[in-house]
Every structure is written in structure tokens, then in C-alpha cells.
């Protein structure tokens, strides 16, 4: 067994090690007091980690635009903002881009898996779907198909995420907008992250239908 000096500290020093290091070992209480107090990690730091991945790339390089990623991010949560709409819809603009670099052919994917638990299906599917809508605003764009949206009109959410990507995705890059600081979202970030989740694992996010 390993010296206990070398373990990760607890979050909460009430808690308990599973003293184990093959899961195959782990019994049913095991189990138990892991998922139990999995739970209540998840609560503690879920939105932490989650503006964490976006308030890493602050101070990034940007490959062409004239803002970064992180800056992107800012703008369109605070166009939301101002314009008046619900402190669901401001977070889902804060985070939508936030796997743009890590994971860039499925970005849209990345966000609702990270959300989805916790969002409208309303938001859930503008964030699978945000980057093909995306396409009519980049006609120029060599392999792109700006009308491949079309596929999934008449869905009863085509037209929120028509709006988003319009007003406050593709028109959130200008470097002399004046955002709110990250700090303005965090408290509606943790609200957001303590609602009960949503049990999406059985939607398969593959699905092409409208």
C-alpha cells in the first residue's frame, strides 16, 4: 500500500480514501461512499473547473481573429446580458466555444455534453448544432455549405439558434466592444451547475434528425 503522504489531499477532510488501487477491488460500500461523496465534489467544484477551462485561455495568442477565444466568450455572454435574456441563456453564451481549440470538430458537441445536464433541450440542441449554422455567415469559406442548416428547419429550436449564432456568435469578435469581466458570470455560472441534473445519457448526439 501506498505511503498515504503521497495521496491527492481530500476535498472535504471528513471524507474517506478508498484505499484501492485496482477498481476491480472496490466493493458495493466502496462504491457507496465514492459515488456519495463524488456527489458532493461535483457540487463543490463542477463550476469551478468548468470556468477554469475558459479562464485558462485569458491570455492566449489568437491564430487570425482580433480577439481570442476567452475575449469571443465575454462578448457574446455579455450581448445576452444586455440584451435582456435569462441567466441560462448568458451561460450557455459564455461557454459555447469553450472546447473551440481543444476539441475544434466537435466544439459544439464538447459544450452540450459539458452543459447538457443542466440547460433546456432548447439550449442544449442550439449548442450541438451552432457551428453548421455558423456556415450562412461564412459564404466565402472555401468547403462550407452556408445553407446546410436547412436540413434541420422546422425544428422547434431552429430558429433560437439561427438568432444565437446571428446576434451573438458570429458578430462577438470586436476588439472594441466593452465586455462585463468574467467575474460578472460566475455566480450565475454556479446557479446554473446546482440545478438537479438532467439524465441525457440515452440522447445520442450523433443524431441527424430534425
Known amino acids: ?16 480514501y478508498v484505499e484501492k488501487v485496482s477498481l476491480e477491488e472496490f466493493s458495493r460500500a466502496d462504491w457507496a461512499q465514492l459515488n456519495a461523496q463524488r456527489a458532493a465534489y461535483a457540487g463543490l467544484q463542477q463550476a469551478s473547473q468548468a470556468l477554469r477551462l475558459l479562464s485558462a485561455s485569458e491570455h492566449d495568442p489568437s491564430f487570425g481573429y482580433m ?15 444586455r440584451d435582456g435574456r435569462s441567466e441560462e441563456d ?8 469553450v ?4 476539441c475544434p470538430l466537435m466544439h459544439g458537441d464538447f459544450a452540450a455534453a459539458l452543459m447538457g445536464a443542466y440547460v433546456s433541450e432548447r439550449n442544449h440542441w442550439m449548442l450541438r448544432h451552432h457551428g453548421v449554422f455558423q456556415n450562412l455567415h461564412s459564404p466565402n469559406l472555401p468547403g462550407v455549405d452556408p445553407h446546410e442548416r436547412e436540413r434541420w428547419r422546422g425544428n422547434a429550436h431552429f430558429d433560437w439558434t439561427a438568432e444565437f449564432v446571428d446576434r451573438y456568435d458570429q458578430a462577438a469578435s470586436d476588439p472594441g466592444y ?6 460578472t458570470f460566475v455566480p450565475m455560472v454556479h446557479r446554473i451547475f446546482s440545478r438537479p441534473p438532467l439524465d441525457r445519457r440515452s440522447l445520442n448526439i450523433h443524431k441527424e434528425t430534425p
Open 99 to 102: 472546447g473551440f481549440i481543444t
Open 67 to 81: 480577439v481570442n477565444n476567452y475575449r469571443h466568450s465575454l462578448q457574446s455572454a455579455t450581448m445576452v446580458l
Open 1 to 16: 500500500m501506498p505511503q498515504r503522504s503521497t495521496y491527492t489531499p481530500l476535498a472535504d477532510p471528513l471524507w474517506q
Open 90 to 97: 448568458v451561460v450557455v453564451a459564455l461557454l459555447h466555444d
Open 178 to 183: 466593452p465586455c462585463e469581466p468574467l467575474e
